[in-house]
């Protein structure tokens, strides 16, 4: 069940588009892929680049553009041991595994419990099974640890939100640590939000590895599995019906990523839309 708690902020914006990269496994990506995977170009130097997230203003957020609550965006990020083929310890789906992406991983449908439903009876050239997977997006005691992490927009003066983080490795030293590696570069990232649905909203993501975004319960971009950079765009506009959006209405976004394979990790975020949690949303 959705469960608000520490006051964070609500972010007013119009339109979304929202571009990430997170290096990591190999392969080639797509003919819409661009960027670099787990030997690609990403900066390997710090742990955290400059997080810039700028928040459109004058946009038909709440408040008429204003910013009642303070632009910050709480998620939680839980880190996975990499697993060792000789003693078997860490999570098999980290490190293990290299390839060019596979759409279908998870349901079209997100879960009862607001998290996604795993669309196999047992394994995947991406992913080890059902068992594995959810424990992807839950807190397991030994397997994963939680740990929060915001990202704390600023207002733009383009009115265009804008993230860009070409060494986006969040948890560096935290959790299960990391590992005699440069970075911890095995994490999972999940983050709801709420937001009204306006007309004219774009959303679009480039990256890897694992991305699932659900709106209105229902998935909307689908670029699962380890791969070099790869995009997807959403006009809201021409997908409104087949999500069930209707203008005016207020909808939840949530947000599932997953870091599983050395050794870069970039992410971008531009965006615009209204979201309307003005407390961070987490998810048991």
Known sequence: MLQPLRLRGCVPLAALLLMAGVGCGGGSGNSSSNGAGGGGAGDPGGSTADVSFGMGVGGAGPGGGTDPCGPSLTGIVRDFRAYNREDRTGHPDFETINGEGLKGIVEDQLGADRKPVYAHEGRTEHTTGPEEFNQWYRDVEGVNIPIEFTITPTVGQNGIATYENNAFFPIDGKGFGNEDREHNYHFTFELHMTFKYQGGEVFEFTGDDDLWVFMNNRLAIDLGGLHQSQSDTLV????????????????????FHAERHTTHSNFAIQSSLAFTNCEPIFVE
């Open 236 to 255: 809201l506009d021409e997908k409104a019906q087949e999500l069930g959006l209707e203008i005016g209405q207020e909808y939840p976004l949530d947000f």
